[in-house]
């Protein structure tokens, strides 16, 4: 009679603990066979509140204590953007894999430095582009890959945000911000590299803006890929408030027999209230990060279950590409440099 060997515990770390990183850790503490064995974060009510809610027993409010530890496997990286390159080059040749939340960095040479750690160090290094395990992107993806509609010649990606979060995401130019994810994608289905960047932008709002914000409202990138492919991109912070959409992106990818669409602002669900504490429309997008019978569903889950299971299994992650996200930050940042200049970027 044969016996069922337990799946090893995987420790993991989240450094960060924003809106976002709380979701990591949420998800983490559902994943079977994972514990999180520590949390980091600067605030420490937030850190000890995050803590108690997931049982985490070590806590930090500097992360190079971690370093000392040997009984990591892995760490989400949910920090700043500007933070990365050093949390992730420690991390790295502290033995452990890590995940690091888009965008990677706002520089190309932290980008390339993060990569060449993880080539030293033999560890696992993922960026957290996570529409790449929303089922709606990846089935374009998968269709594209099956040649449904044949040969891809155009795609154009619109990401849309309510105006109130822009004072939240404009310390950072929104090619960090918003339009990595639609970098990412269209790399993805393009698989190809982007040989020119004319970008636009705009700000009509500047009053919504932090007080130290320079970025724009309203941003538009066009890149030629070396293989002949086209991608025009749009990113703004303008959906009305109390229009009551979280995300009202939408995506299409033209080819030489059919079309693929992608669309968000319609999630399928909707709530009417006159309610003081929710007045007005409501129709939040349900595939990223929800729970559904007290179990964490979505994007995000599949994104951290992926990278969990290669670990244990010793299988590099490759649905989603590191060499991609630097060539990532290559773009995002010749976008910037097109926007300010006037003119073509050529890489």
């Known amino acids: 009679m044969s016996t069922l060997k337990p799946t090893p515990v995987l420790r993991v770390a989240v450094i960060g603990l924003g809106a976002w990183g709380q979701c990591h850790a949420e998800t983490y503490a559902a994943l079977p066979g994972v514990e999180i064995a520590a949390l980091c974060d600067a605030d420490p009510a937030r850190l000890a509140a995050i803590a108690r809610r997931h049982d985490v027993p070590l806590q930090f409010t500097d992360c190079a204590a971690l370093w000392q530890r040997d009984d990591i496997d892995l760490v989400s990286v949910v920090t700043p953007e500007h933070l990365h390159r050093q949390i992730v080059v420690d991390a790295l040749h502290s033995g452990k894999h890590v995940l690091v939340e888009k965008a990677v960095a706002t520089e190309p040479s932290d980008a390339h430095a993060m990569a060449a750690a993880a080539r030293d160090t033999g560890r696992f290094l993922v960026p957290g582009h996570i529409l790449r395990f929303d089922l709606r992107y990846a089935e374009v993806k998968r269709q594209?890959?099956?040649?449904?509609?044949?040969?891809?010649?155009?795609?154009?990606?619109?990401?849309?945000?309510?105006?109130?979060?822009?004072?939240?995401?404009?310390?950072?130019?929104?090619?960090?911000?918003?339009?990595?994810?639609?970098?990412?994608l269209a790399l993805w289905w393009a698989g190809s590299r982007v040989t020119r960047v004319r970008a636009v932008?705009?700000?009509?709002?500047?009053?919504?803006?932090?007080?130290?914000?320079?970025?724009?409202?309203?941003?538009?990138?066009?890149?030629?890929?070396a293989n002949g492919i086209v991608a025009?991109?749009?990113?703004?912070?303008?959906?009305?408030?109390?229009?009551?959409?979280?995300?009202?992106?939408?995506?299409?990818?033209?080819?030489?027999?059919?079309?693929?669409?992608?669309?968000t602002a319609d999630s399928g669900f909707e709530m009417w209230s006159d309610s003081p504490a929710s007045p007005g429309r409501y129709s939040p997008d349900l595939g990223i990060h929800h729970r559904v019978a007290g179990r964490v569903v979505g994007a995000l889950r599949e994104e951290l279950g992926y990278l969990c299971d290669c670990i244990r299994g010793h299988r590099p992650p490759t649905h989603a590409s590191f060499a991609d996200a630097v060539h990532g930050v290559e773009v995002a940042h010749a976008v910037v440099r097109s926007a300010a200049s006037g003119q073509d970027v050529v890489l």
């Open 232 to 263: 025009v991109l749009h990113s703004s912070w303008l959906l009305p408030s109390n229009a009551g959409v979280d995300m009202g992106d939408y995506a299409e990818v033209i080819g030489s027999h059919g079309v693929l669409k992608v669309q």
């Open 144 to 184: 594209l890959d099956e040649g449904a509609i044949g040969d891809v010649v155009s795609i154009f990606s619109r990401r849309s945000r309510p105006q109130k979060q822009f004072v939240h995401h404009s310390a950072n130019h929104t090619a960090y911000v918003q339009m990595p994810h639609d970098i990412d």
């Open 201 to 225: 932008e705009r700000c009509l709002r500047p009053e919504l803006r932090a007080v130290e914000g320079t970025a724009p409202d309203v941003l538009w990138a066009n890149l030629e890929f």
